[in-house]
């Protein structure tokens, strides 16, 4: 489905496993395609896994794709990703995985080959310049953070 304010990017994928379907948008105004993995896999509590996904894409320069939790996944069997978001650089050829965590404290969690486990967000990244300086302009915020502006619980 075509994007009525900016024309979608076309991006080169090849498919490692053929009978697993490319990623696709669920809905029109999705921000994330979901990514299926090519194999089963148990985790239990506290476990961690890299799931391939039998895709490798080809992203333009200038763009990075961003592997995403589904929410579905996480609120029903606490489906995590270790990294979230996981971060595909333009320059990467390989397959895509993606580092799943089971944090259900008492249940194990099953993946079937084919299942929905993650979703890739593609986006413009903008390349920094950094140029070094010994004192860096004030601002209001200054060096406050970690809970500096309060509202949170007391530790
Ligand atoms: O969830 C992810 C995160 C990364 N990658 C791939 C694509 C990415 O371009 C590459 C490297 O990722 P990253 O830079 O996050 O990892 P690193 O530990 O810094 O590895 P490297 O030294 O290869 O950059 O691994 C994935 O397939 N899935
Ligand atoms: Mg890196």
Redesign the pocket.
Known sequence: MTDPVRPPVDILIRRLDPEIPLPAYEHPGDAGADLRTTVDAELAPGERALLPTGISIALPDGYAAF?HPRSGLAVRCGVA?V?A?????A??R??????VVNLDPKEPVRFKRGDRIAQLVIQQVEKARFHEVGELPGSLRAEGGFGSTGGHAAV
């Open positions: 592997v990703l990294n978001p996981g971060t595909v650089d320059g990467y390989g397959e895509i995985k993606v580092i």
